[in-house]
């Protein structure tokens, strides 16, 4: 059996770690800057209002993000007025009664915050609530940071006018960066903003199909019940755990066999093309790390790196022939560089972890919880180890498996 492969978190991150490191330092819990290539991952952003507490010149930046936080929640009606409302469309309405059989499920089942958020509803008029710029080196998957007051370094900047994100994007690609920029459906204020009326529904998700709708809640609320500065993968992957299992218990207790069927599908898809983004992922992150000038030129690299690129569009033509031709991936795959794959790791790679955490602590949320959160007292690598630590399988000498 691996070594500790029973102890809780606390077990394993105050006896077996400090033996193989040393003892670490508790992590402070508003350091400045560290490595959210984050919610989003969804792919989804963050986005923190709270930015003018910050002495940093970039207030160009902070005040767009400022202004367009502002119009989204002036924009923002209760629930129960656009129930009330006879002007509101039968089709919108029973979404919206939808959401908040969600949000109380959230609350009951799910034991995520009971506040303000996802209780009020916005139309954008647009179909993204902000635009993600994601950049990383022509020989790298380190993604670029930029750092923020509260919500420490993470991996994107965002933009609440599209044409600020292009310009951005411009920007770093004469930089020499490849460049990554997409929509996001919602992001989330960490709960900062529940005095104001907490994060709304929006016209960008809230006709998601019915798995995808309680996922995208459950993942933001999640960054309610935790958010560790300059740590992304473990926030984005935390949330997305619980998106995912959250989804799930839904549509068991809740969904119709249609509704479990569909999400079912979309899924497995999913769990495919994560698995070859994954794969593609560490070839390329292989052939960065063991063939860097001056043993190899730039040229050789970009061979190498251009050959692991073909092979994935490859794979990707024969995954879409086997779905029946869907493409819900295409745009996504005809973007692919760098940037796009290390983002995209922010929301995969410790998810099997938490999902394994979860596991242990008996299915039950508030032990899972408590479990992150004592984990989320450690430091990042050791955080890390230990995710990878309890997916890895466990077997005794001389036991047979049938």
Same mark, same amino acid.
């Given at each position: ?7 809780? $978190?606390? +077990? ?81 309405? *029973? ?23 996802? +209780? ?48 951005? *994007? ?8 490849? $460049? ?38 459950? %993942? ?23 998106? /995912?299992?959250?989804? +799930? ?13 569909? %999400? ?78 290390? *983002? ?39 955080? /890390? ?15 047979? %498996?049938?």
């Amino acid at each position: 059996m691996s070594p500790g492969a029973d102890l809780s $978190v606390r +077990q394993y991150t105050n006896v077996i770690l400090p033996q193989r490191q040393g003892s670490a330092r508790r992590c402070t819990a508003m350091k400045r800057c560290s490595d959210l290539a984050g919610k989003l991952l969804r792919p989804m952003g963050l986005l923190l209002v709270v930015v003018l507490l910050s002495g940093c010149a970039d207030m160009a930046y902070y005040w767009q993000s400022i202004r367009g936080h502002a119009r989204l929640m002036q924009a923002a009606r209760p629930v129960d007025e656009w129930l009330a409302d006879t002007a509101t469309p039968p089709a919108l309405r *029973a979404r919206l009664q939808l959401t908040q059989s969600m949000r109380r499920f959230s609350v009951t089942d799910l034991h995520l915050p009971d506040n303000a958020s996802y +209780q009020r509803y916005s139309q954008l008029q647009r179909s993204y609530a902000v635009w993600n710029v994601v950049a990383a080196p022509e020989f790298s998957l380190t993604l670029k940071t930029w750092c923020f007051p509260v919500a420490g370094c993470v991996g994107y900047r965002g933009y609440f006018d599209e044409a600020d994100a292009r310009a951005l *994007a411009d920007v770093l690609r004469t930089q020499g960066l490849e $460049v990554r920029m997409y929509g996001v459906p919602a992001y989330s204020t960490l709960g900062w903003m529940n005095w104001a009326g907490g994060d709304p529904l929006l016209n960008t998700f809230v006709n998601f199909p019915e798995g995808q709708l309680a996922g995208l809640m459950f %993942h933001e609320l999640a960054h309610q019940v935790l958010y560790v500065p300059d740590d992304t993968l473990f926030n984005e992957s935390f949330a997305t755990a619980v998106e /995912r299992l959250g989804a +799930q218990f839904w549509l068991e207790r809740h969904g119709s066999a249609q509704a479990r069927q569909a %999400h079912a599908l979309v899924e497995a898809r999913r769990a495919q093309f994560r698995a070859l983004t994954r794969h593609t992922r560490e070839r390329l992150a292989a052939i960065y790390m063991e063939n860097q000038p001056p043993s190899h030129t730039a040229e050789s690299m970009t061979a190498m790196k251009n050959d692991v690129m073909q092979e994935f569009r490859k794979a990707y033509a024969e995954l879409k022939a086997s779905w029946g031709g869907y493409g819900g991936f295409d745009a996504w795959v005809a973007q692919a560089n760098n940037a796009a794959f290390a *983002a995209v790791a922010a929301y995969d790679d410790l998810v099997p972890g938490f999902e394994a955490l979860f596991a242990r602590e008996g299915r039950d949320w508030p032990r899972f919880y408590d479990a992150v959160r004592q984990l989320a007292d450690h430091p990042a690598a050791q955080r /890390r180890e230990y995710l990878q630590h309890i997916t890895q399988p466990t077997s005794d000498s001389g036991t047979s %498996h049938g």
